[in-house]
């Protein structure tokens, strides 16, 4: 029998919650197909329930033996019950555990069993490894093209270009007769104004082709591929499900588009999105292991090794990955996972240099070698480096999301591709004149890092040489040349452009990281701080403070060190991060005997932004975009109880239960289609409200659809058992339906009388999506993971309405 209550696709979205979702400034629409199957592939045909019956196949089973397909997964933007999927990997270890005794097979699938994760790690490390350096040679290259082309080979970059070129002279090591410049191609001249406005016009021309096709990919293909995905992947690793937010789709486009959003000259960087694209590989890789497919729970210690391989490609550390993944966006770290994250790292960090994208033989992006050791004075200058990045953070942050509000709540977000084609527009025509905004942002890093030798041709090592000889590779610090004063005038109007530009950069449409562009603000306030301190150390030599320990001609101040800190300083101002910031940077750089300062400028940097607002960017992101995240760091210090979060409240109606044997298979699908809850306590009777379990929305479905095909009598009058013995029927009577088995017979229950903050840690510890509150036995009412969040947010004076899913 068909019941008209029921909704044609009403099983894939049967929630509360809305069906749109913000995702990083864009609007997406969920009710769209998955190109990531769920966990069990039976359920690809299950996509609508209208009371009458689902779409299965065909495939006859005893309805009380045999597991059902799809029962105990979970519905698109909802939460995992982490209890439950670890009970579930405990019951299938023991009995992998106990069949190894009966049999040589049996022993050899346990061992496979146990080998497989190791395995699983190997491959994201080496698909993760090779799908960096091929973004990293396509980048060079396509960032190259914007100014010009090789003659011997359109696909060589500017450097591979000149490598092997016999008219490159040291001075113009950039200039080579086999690359030309776009005028050179064009009308055969490289000098004037009309040459010059011709480059100018190609160089901004190039920019927008590369944006718009990066918008159009995204826009068209997947949605999900656009901002920097780490917002949303704490999210998944807390638990949260979004289905084909890490799927194959998103993984080619995310990686095709992530090169030409670079390559457009956008202030914005990879390393964020590279996180999303090892994570899409380990979810994608996780289907071809059972026991990783069919456990939400396992899957999630994959994708947090998935991310520490991300960061480990993205910046060549290794180690930094891993605590990157520890501290920054995992939820759930045993210790298996930090061995198996440090060898997907390591296996990803291998590869990448095997592909040896840079050139270099060298797996830092941004190799040092500073040859004057830090004074302990100059802790004064790096920390004045560390509040400026401790503001910098705060001061973007709140930029930063109140024009994604903006975004998000005008006319405004309708228009992707023109703001995305607008802002870079612009970026592009600030960017050409000053060469220091017009380069690669990894370029400029290297180059503000640098430390000057002889040798080196760029302006900001202009100095004067008013000295015969030079021991070893040590230089006296001397006079800042006209290049030198020059370079700091334009690195002046870079650091404020940097600011303002990645502010309305970081959330388009397009894949964008803020690591680089927030470490190029720090690197450009650094080396601005370590030129004018080496400049007063080499005028006031005399003065007290350098007299003890910079005496005239000494080489005592290196301006690339103040660079460093500063970026460490503001990268911590923005992400937050502490420990793993210092070790990526002393990977990223070499500068192992740098980490004090490190330290101190990251350390000072967190004091500052937290001292403004708590939250770091990602975390402003999830709660701009109402994601279902309960912060681990934060204390709950409100003093309230369970009674007084718990629902139904005084002015509600009565909680929807079900009775354990006396409910038919009629009221239940008309509970059903008239409430939108994820699931229902079952109770012994309506008058006793003594609980008996708890069952889930998205079984009950299943089930009864399950049963009325493939179970002969079941009508919509047979009465539904939750028991272990179904009471004699009475004369012509429809057999009952016995759901024992989707049962969950140990439901977490908490008191009225509960403290919140009990609740909360509660939640925060056991990952749990729902817990019940009783009083003296019978059952009161519910409070999911939603009704949390919400309180939380009411009890911080924010809108608890901003939180959108369970």
Known sequence: MDNPGFRRGSFHSSTSDEDLVEISGATLDFSMTDDVPPLDRDLGEFMSY???????PNKMMDFLEEPIPGVGTYEDFNTIDWVREKSRDRDRHREITNKSKESTWALIHRVSDAFSGWLLMLLIGLLAGSLAGLIDISAHWMTDLKEGVCLRGFWFNHEHCCWNSEQ??????????????????LISKSEGAFAYILNYFMYVLWALLFALLAVSLVRVFAPYACGSGIPEIKTILSGFIIRGYLGKWTLIIKTITLVLAVSSGLSLGKEGPLVHVACCCGNILCHCFTKYRKNEAKRREVLSAAAAAGVSVAFGAPIGGVLFSLEEVSY??????????????LVAAFTLRSINPFGNSRLVLFYVEFHTPWHLLELVPFVFLGIFGGLWGAFFIRGNIAWCRKRKNTQLGKYPVLEVLVVTAITGILAFPNE????????????????????????????????????????????????????????????????????FTFGMKVPSGLFIPSMAVGAIAGRLLGVGVEQLAYYHHDWPIFSGWCSQGADCITPGLYAMVGAAACLGGVTRMTVSLVVIMFELTGGLEYIVPLMAAAMTSKWVADAIGREGIYDAHIRLNGYPFLEAKEEFTHKTLAMDVMRPRRSDPTLMVLTQDSMTVEDVETLISETTYSGYPVVVSRESQRLVGFVLRRDL????????????GIVSTSIIHFTDHSPPLPPHAPPSLKLRNILDLSPFTVTDQTPMEIVVDIFRKLGLR?????????????ITKKDVLKHIAQMANQDPDSILFN
């Open 770 to 782: 729902q817990c019940l509150v009783t009083h003296n036995g019978r059952l009161l009412g519910i």
């Open 332 to 345: 759930y770290f045993p210790l298996k996972t930090l061995w198996r994250s440090f060898f997907a790292a």
């Open 50 to 56: 209208n009371g009458g019956g689902l779409n299965v």
């Open 436 to 503: 220091y905004t017009r380069m690669s942002t990894s370029e400029l890093i290297s180059e503000l890092f640098n430390d000057c030798g002889l040798l080196d041709s760029s302006q900001l090592c202009d100095y004067v040489n008013n000295f015969n000889t030079t021991k070893g590779a040590k230089l006296p610090d001397r006079p800042a040349g006209v290049g030198v004063y020059t370079a700091m005038w334009q690195l002046s109007l870079a650091l404020v452009m940097k600011i303002l530009i990645t502010i």
């Open 168 to 185: 490159v002279t040291f001075e113009d090591r950039d200039k080579c007769l086999e690359w030309n410049t776009w005028s050179q191609l």
């Open 701 to 712: 479905i299943i089930s009864i659809e399950n049963a009325r095909k493939k179970q002969d």
